[in-house]
T-cell receptor
Framework: AQSVTQLGSHVSVSEGALVLLRCNYSSSVPPYLFWYVQYPNQGLQLLLKYTSAATLVKGINGFEAEFKKSETSFHLTKPSAHMSDAAEYFC????????????FGKGTRLSVIA | DSGVTQTPKHLITATGQRVTLRCSPRSGDLSVYWYQQSLDQGLQFLIQYYNGEERAKGNILERFSAQQFPDLHSELNLSSLELGDSALYFCASNPVVGGPGELFFGEGSRLTVL
């Protein structure tokens, strides 16, 4: 079975500071990995995804994530936080084939302080 | 706008009652997924349909049922409601069975059971 663990249910950063949201995965096969963002009162939208191509994945809004197999990690980063980045972020995993739905982490709430 | 439509957006009902949540997937998407989001459990996968047939089942209670109709819209039926069923219910769709698992989410239906 696959799973993801997001370290830190709440992360707070200053505007302009580095954003680092941590995600570790567990999978018996090379997985596909995703980061989704949920703004208040909205559904989830895809930030970026890793599908076994380049290990450094660039997404929308200046976010990127690096797949590190040796560390079973897929941490999300952004060099400079903006107030509009305040949201809930979810890491998710799925196998690369078959029909297994995405398994989500519990989420990390990002607060950006002016 | 993800293209996935969910109704109603908000629903307040009493314990013991039954409700139906409706989802229209993106045009052309054959797979529909239902997720439950609560503060303590996070995002939990409930059930998936593909082109009218059940494909995968997650942590769905026996009091809950779902179906996908020939026009591909889906309904999630929740019966004998309990206080603990209060949550945000998301529908998501994607165009293919298997593949990279990217999902497109609706804005959710917030259920409050009093």
């Amino acid at each position: 079975a696959q799973s993801v663990t997001q370290l830190g249910s709440h992360v707070s950063v200053s505007e302009g500071a580095l954003v680092l949201l941590r995600c570790n995965y567990s999978s018996s096969v090379p997985p596909y990995l995703f980061w989704y963002v949920q703004y208040p009162n909205q559904g989830l939208q895809l930030l970026l995804k890793y599908t076994s191509a380049a290990t450094l994945v660039k997404g929308i809004n200046g976010f990127e994530a690096e797949f590190k197999k040796s560390e079973t990690s897929f941490h999300l980063t952004k060099p400079s936080a903006h107030m509009s980045d305040a949201a809930e972020y979810f890491c998710a995993v799925s196998p690369p084939s078959g029909n297994t739905p995405l398994v989500f982490g519990k989420g990390t709430r990002l607060s950006v302080i002016a | 706008d993800s293209g996935v439509t969910q109704t109603p957006k908000h629903l307040i009902t009493a314990t013991g009652q039954r409700v139906t949540l409706r989802c229209s997937p993106r045009s052309g998407d054959l797979s529909v997924y239902w997720y439950q989001q609560s503060l303590d459990q996070g995002l939990q996968f409930l059930i998936q349909y593909y082109n009218g047939e059940e494909r995968a089942k997650g942590n769905i209670l026996e009091r809950f049922s779902a179906q996908q109709f020939p026009d591909l819209h889906s309904e999630l039926n929740l019966s004998s409601l309990e206080l603990g069923d209060s949550a945000l219910y998301f529908c998501a769709s994607n165009p293919v069975v298997g593949g990279p698992g990217e999902l497109f989410f609706g804005e959710g239906s917030r259920l409050t059971v009093l």
